[in-house]
């Protein structure tokens, strides 16, 4: 168990339809990173949050949107859904003074 | 433009044997470097990392080896075990400690 919880586990809806993915990091973390795996790629990072400011963003599409609140938990918005949005979708978490990110078990997202 | 390339997509090992998991990057920017091990259903787990400013780390039957100048890197498992088949990412840190991952290579480890 990593410390980082997701929820929730599977998510199924269809197209056009807006979802969001909830994200606890471990405890004393305040980065908090979301990746997007495919099939057959590798994660691809899409934005960070440090302590409730967005850090760093990635390959993520103008109909996805994240924030970090006060309590340092993230969600990632996705709006407009088409098919080819269907992944996984990975929250990280980052301790302080450490490259290792430590991740959820994932959000598993079916767009029909 | 992939900067982490991992170029076999699975490798089959005999138990007790040595597993060599290859990555190359392309970035001179990348700075730490890190493997990662997935099981379905699972998110990935964190197993060994290395500086660029060495060429070797070792935990247990896990040593990582980079090789700065080929932009190389490799883990190296051994004795190998029934238990490390999985899917092992190779992933590199750069601006802001985001990381670029490979797309990974599925492990086999054969009784």
């Known amino acids: 168990d990593s410390g980082v919880t997701q929820t929730p586990k599977h998510l199924i809806t269809a197209t056009g339809q807006r979802v969001t993915l909830r994200c606890s990091p471990r405890?004393?973390?305040?980065?908090v990173y979301w990746y997007q795996q495919s099939l057959d790629q590798g994660l691809q990072f899409l934005i960070q949050?440090?302590?409730?400011?967005?850090?760093a963003k990635g390959n993520i599409l103008e109909r996805f949107s994240a924030q970090q609140f006060p309590d340092l938990h993230s969600e990632l918005n996705l709006s407009s859904l088409e098919l080819g949005d269907s992944a996984l979708y990975f929250c990280?978490?980052?301790?302080?003074?450490?490259?290792?990110?430590?991740f959820g078990p994932g959000t598993r997202l079916t767009v029909t | 433009d992939q900067q982490v390339k991992q170029n076999s997509p699975s490798l089959s090992v005999q138990e007790g044997r040595i597993s060599i998991l290859n990555c190359d990057y392309t970035?001179?920017?990348?700075?730490?470097f890190l493997w990662y091990k997935k099981y379905p259903a699972e998110g990935p787990t964190f197993l060994i990392s290395?500086?660029?400013?060495?060429d070797k780390n070792e935990d247990g039957r896990f040593t990582v080896f980079l090789n700065k100048s080929a932009k190389h890197l490799s883990l190296h498992i051994v004795p190998s075990q029934p238990g490390d088949s999985a899917v092992y990412f190779c992933?590199?840190?750069?601006?802001?400690?985001?990381?670029?991952f490979g797309k990974g290579i599925t492990l086999s480890v054969r009784p």
């Open positions: 990280a978490s980052r301790p302080a003074g450490s490259y290792e990110q430590y």
């Open positions: 405890s004393g973390d305040l980065s």
């Open positions: 949050y440090y302590n409730g400011e967005e850090r």
């Open positions: 970035n001179s920017m990348f700075d730490y």
């Open positions: 290395i500086s660029s400013i060495k």
């Open positions: 992933a590199a840190s750069g601006a802001n400690s985001k990381l670029t």
